[in-house]
């Protein structure tokens, strides 16, 4: 038997690059190559890169810089860049790295095996009219929760971002596919899928009646589907979030009480700058809403400091926003110039005022998350567990909530989705006791 090839992937960036790279190891797994963990015995190194900002996407360039010296002693190595800088950039990567001897955009990763195999082009960059998904095969990896992409693209156009451009535009996946797709994680044992999109509750499809449909309807449907415990969405835009997606949140047991739903500013005019086509009052209402049908529904979102034109006036209304709202978790991120996006051309605010404002929201936001974690001591929860901890006897899972949660029980088995009692609250995770 020949030995097998062996495949070192890097992700960078979102939930949807890690469920690609999922899959681009399925199909390489296809062609005779087994994940390893380390780069220095790896025949293919597959780098899955991310361009949302510029220090994400500098890092491609940092790891290639690593890879040099291994490559010299190794020629044969195969290095493949893929994801959001490959679909940006393209060629240039191979100019600017010549170590680099595959680059593969998004759209087109059911082409590697043939690029690998030299029977495709060294870079492919192309949106073919194809799913990828349907030429893919399924993740290999056994667990008890699963992402499953629904939507990819993006034609909203924030002025600030390059995603519309790496990932093209928007295009939905069929229903009948998705809800296929479910019923296969489930049957491989998967009790929690979460639906993946850059704009997720953006999806939009037909049911079996030719009748439109959207992702709450998605959502009762695969709520349907027998062994499927729990289901999530994410990424979603404020103004895509429907009335029946929303009922969705109240009628729907299945769908956790959890929502990523990024705003980017408390200001008028800065949301207006951005593209945001909302208004601070507008989110604060679709928050209210989403609230009425699910009371006890935690919200996360994303922010941006220093966007071009950002005032301190702008930035009091951002923590206003937020002191309005009470998250339970954000990410926060200092404005990053992107090549080719409106924003680019406009003048920055200078980065000590934009780094001072970010310190600021962080420490505001900080405090709303261990507040959002005390609220749940003495609660009971439903906690699904994913992986054994580093105590014995210790086990990890997430909460309806998708805290992690630790709890000490010896007879709790991956897979397991019981309820737990929190005790205690820690920095990054919570602590519970299994429920009599
Ligand atoms: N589709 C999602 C998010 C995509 S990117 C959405 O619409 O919300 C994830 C987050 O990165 C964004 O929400 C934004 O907060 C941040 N981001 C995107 N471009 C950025 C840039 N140029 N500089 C700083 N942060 C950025
Ligand atoms: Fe980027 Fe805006 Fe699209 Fe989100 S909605 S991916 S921030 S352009
Ligand atoms: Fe990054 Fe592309 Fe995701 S730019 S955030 S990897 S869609």
């Known amino acids: 038997m020949t030995q097998p090839k062996r495949l070192f992937i890097k992700t960078y960036g979102c939930q949807m690059n890690v469920h690609d790279s999922e899959r681009m190891a399925a199909a390489m797994g296809a062609e005779g190559y087994v994940q390893t963990d380390s780069v220095d015995d790896a025949d293919m190194v597959l780098l899955n890169t991310c361009h949302i900002r510029e220090k994400a996407s500098e890092k491609l360039y940092s790891d290639l810089g690593r890879l040099k010296p291994l490559k010299a002693g190794r020629p044969d190595l195969r290095i493949g860049v893929a994801g959001c800088v490959a679909q940006a950039e393209g060629e240039e990567i191979i100019r600017r790295a010549p170590i680099v001897d595959l680059v593969v955009g998004p759209q087109a990763y059911h082409r590697l095996p043939a690029m690998v195999r030299g029977e495709a082009p060294a870079v492919v960059t192309d949106f073919p009219r194809e799913d990828k998904f349907d030429h893919l095969p399924p993740a290999t990896r056994r667990a008890p929760t699963a992402f ?14 390059v995603v519309p451009y ?27 899928i979460t639906l993946l999109g850059q704009n997720v509750n ?9 009748r439109a449909m959207g992702l709450g309807h998605l ?32 009628e729907v047991p299945a769908l956790m009480p959890y929502l990523h739903l990024p705003v980017q500013s408390g200001s008028n ?15 604060l209402r679709l928050i209210e809403r989403i609230r009425a049908a699910r009371p006890d ?12 034109g950002e005032t301190d006036a702008d930035h009091a209304a951002t923590l206003e926003l937020v002191e309005a709202v009470g998250f339970a978790a954000a990410f926060s991120f200092r404005y990053s110039a992107r090549p080719g996006t409106p924003a680019a051309d406009r003048p920055p605010v200078p980065q000590e005022i934009a780094e001072t404002r970010l310190h600021e929201l962080q420490a505001l936001l900080t405090r709303q998350q261990r507040a959002a974690q005390e609220a749940m001591v003495g609660r ?9 901890g580093r105590m014995g006897g210790q086990m990890i899972g997430k909460s309806d909530y998708l805290h992690s949660v630790f709890v000490k029980a010896d007879n709790v088995k991956v897979g397991d989705l019981l309820p737990v009692q929190i005790v205690a609250s820690a920095s990054n995770s919570l602590q519970g006791r299994l429920a009599a």
């Open 148 to 161: 499953l992409t629904v939507q990819e693209g993006c034609d909203k156009f924030c002025a600030f971002c």
């Open 269 to 283: 005019r800065v949301l207006k700058a951005m593209n945001r086509r909302h208004t601070a009052e507008q989110y």
């Open 219 to 250: 959502v009762r449907a695969l709520a349907e589907i027998e062994g499927l415990a729990r289901i999530r969405y994410t990424t979603s835009h404020p103004n895509d979030m429907t009335d029946d997606l929303i009922a969705a949140h109240a």
């Open 202 to 210: 953006g999806w939009h499809g037909e049911d079996a009646t030719g």
């Open 297 to 308: 529904i935690l919200l996360t979102s994303d922010f941006i400091t220093g966007f071009p």
């Open 166 to 192: 790496t990932r093209g535009a928007e295009v939905s996946r069929p229903a009948a596919r998705i809800v296929e797709d479910a019923r296969g994680l489930v049957a491989r044992g998967v009790r929690e």
């Open 380 to 388: 009971t929860v439903g906690v699904l567990f994913e992986k054994p």
